[in-house]
């Protein structure tokens, strides 16, 4: 599902962020991607993403090789990668409702659909009575769950979260990792960049480490 | 994917335009202004260009009422002149000919001047015959009238062919010249239009960085992060073109008194052409064009820098 061949990245001016990385990770696979801060995580997350591009090497998506996609398709494609962030993102001048239907109405579905899948991704997350609410007023476990909801509720073969769990406690962060893990369980590829050590040592799941931008440990 | 829907798509189309309606009507002091700005811009060229048209109406007027004189030469005698008026008046170009043999010019001369009793002291009448012609109200345009004038004039009983239409050529040229002047200053404001409209524009987009950065990740293409910019860029347009439609209006009505009164003192024709309908059509459709065109500029040159990372 997201395969990677002997890829570098580099930042201009600045030194190799990845070097030389090469992994597969296979379809309906979950996964940690662990190492200290700056170890390159967020930077591997983006190349899946598309938000950067690699500076060597191959990237392959879903069997698309993501050098060869042209700029203008970058759209379309991400509609197929859910993306969780350590900050939640989420749009603090409407409501949840609205928030977790943007990737649908960017889509185009249809006002019904909207609202049948928006609540079907909310239910998922145990936040079904809060649709009508403002983000600001949710906690940051919340929050977290309104991304995630977001980002699954196009159905997308991969989710990729970074530190997902970085600004919450261990017990919620225990939530939002059986969150991650019921989607894989439906056959969604999980990728979870984390240093939270103690909580990805409790998971029985494959660990990519990274130091200084190469491969350690997988 | 789903599949492309025209419906929903019509539907997305009519819902940003309204959402962006609301963003103005949100702030309605700020969005006041810029459409402001942008009527008086619309409204000045406008105005001007409906001054210029009742001005050509006006001179056209004039023209119409012009005449050509025909001086013969003095050896030619009364009858040989009431001949050629004759002629000339089956001319198709003329639509009206008046013969005034020397006698006649003296008399008139004498009543219009008062000087009879030093007419009187000359030895003969130094005056001579005159033919006026009036010609068709169709020969209006300057080269027609050169053209009979040239014909006339190379008649062999003519001394003088005479139009007495230099000012009106003159005005004629001053009105070009307002015409252009016009046509430069509405290049300028339209200008100053995209300027204003883009730089709200740039604004907006700044305002909405966390929200373009977030669809942007989410899989917004440019064409939808750009909608709704465009829709705002749409509204100033047209309500600045409305706005420019009742100034022009009001300004209009505000001369209409004066104007039509010193057209009754001159007992002309002339009375103020508004032009309100096609003002109507063509301000809202010059804004909108400038406000989208605007909003395009200062998306495309803005939305590049907003990008995930």
């Not at chain 2, 040989?80 to 006649?104: H, Y």
């Not at chain 2, 909003?295 to 803005?302: F, I, K, N």
Request: charged share 20%; hydrophobic share 45%.
């Amino acid at each position: 599902m997201i395969q990677f061949n002997e890829v570098y990245k580099r930042y201009a001016g600045q030194q190799e962020a990845l070097s030389g990385l090469s992994f597969h990770l296979e379809k309906g696979e979950m996964a940690f991607l662990t190492g200290h801060s700056g170890a390159g995580k967020s930077t591997l997350l983006k190349l899946i993403a598309l938000i950067e591009r690699s500076t060597h090497g191959q990237v392959v998506v879903n069997n698309q090789n993501l050098g060869r996609l042209p700029k203008w398709k970058v759209p379309y494609y991400r509609r197929k990668i859910g993306l969780v962030f350590q900050d939640h993102n989420l749009l603090h001048d409407r409501t949840v409702f609205d928030n977790v239907a943007l990737p649908l109405i960017i889509a185009g579905e249809n006002h019904r659909e909207i609202g049948r899948r928006v609540r079907a991704a909310l239910d998922k997350v145990g936040l079904l009575g809060k649709e009508r609410s403002q983000p600001i007023a949710l906690s940051g476990g919340e929050q977290q769950r309104v991304g995630i909801a977001r980002a699954v509720v196009n159905r997308p073969p991969v989710l990729l979260a970074d530190e997902p769990t970085g600004n919450l406690d261990p017990l919620l962060s225990e939530e939002i990792m059986g969150l991650f893990e019921q989607f894989n369980q439906v056959g969604v590829t999980v990728f979870v960049a984390s240093h939270d050590q103690e909580l990805i040592g409790r998971l029985p799941y494959r660990r990519i480490t990274l130091k200084n931008g190469r491969l350690a440990t997988d | 994917m789903a599949l492309f829907n025209v419906d929903n798509y019509l539907l997305r189309h009519a819902q940003v335009a309204l959402a962006s309606l609301g963003d103005l009507w949100r702030q309605p002091l700020a969005s006041l202004i810029t459409v402001l700005v942008i009527g008086i811009a619309l409204a000045l060229p406008a105005g001007l260009y409906v001054l210029q048209n009742n001005i050509e109406q006006l001179s056209g007027q004039w023209q119409q009422a012009t005449r050509i004189s025909l001086f013969l030469k003095d050896n030619v005698k009364d009858g040989r002149g009431q001949q050629i008026a004759e002629q000339l008046s089956s001319w198709p170009d003329i639509k009206k000919v008046d013969f005034q043999s020397s006698t006649q010019s003296l008399q008139e001369f004498r009543d219009l001047s008062g000087l009879g009793e030093v007419l009187d002291s000359l030895p003969e009448n130094p005056l001579p015959a005159v033919i006026i012609i009036e010609p068709v109200a169709t020969v209006t345009a300057n080269d027609a009238h050169a053209d009979l004038l040239q014909r006339l004039a190379k008649l062999q009983e003519v001394d003088l062919a005479q139009l007495d239409m230099q000012w009106l050529q003159r005005l004629q040229k001053l009105n070009e010249t307002g015409q252009r002047g016009i046509a430069v200053l509405a290049a300028m404001l339209s200008l100053s239009v995209l300027l204003v409209i883009g730089n709200t524009i740039r604004l907006a987009i700044l305002n909405r960085k966390t929200e373009i950065k977030v669809i942007k990740l989410v899989g917004g293409t440019n064409a939808f992060v750009r909608r709704p910019f465009l829709y705002t860029g749409f509204w100033y347009g047209l309500l600045g073109g409305v706005i420019a439609w009742l100034t022009v209006l009001i300004a209009l009505l505000i001369i209409s008194g004066p104007v039509n009164q010193l057209a009754a003192l001159y007992e002309s024709q002339f009375s103020l052409h508004w032009l309100s309908g096609v003002l109507f059509i063509a301000l809202p459709l010059c804004g909108l064009f400038l406000g989208v065109l605007g909003a395009w500029l200062a998306v495309g040159r803005h939305l590049s820098a907003i990008e995930p990372s």
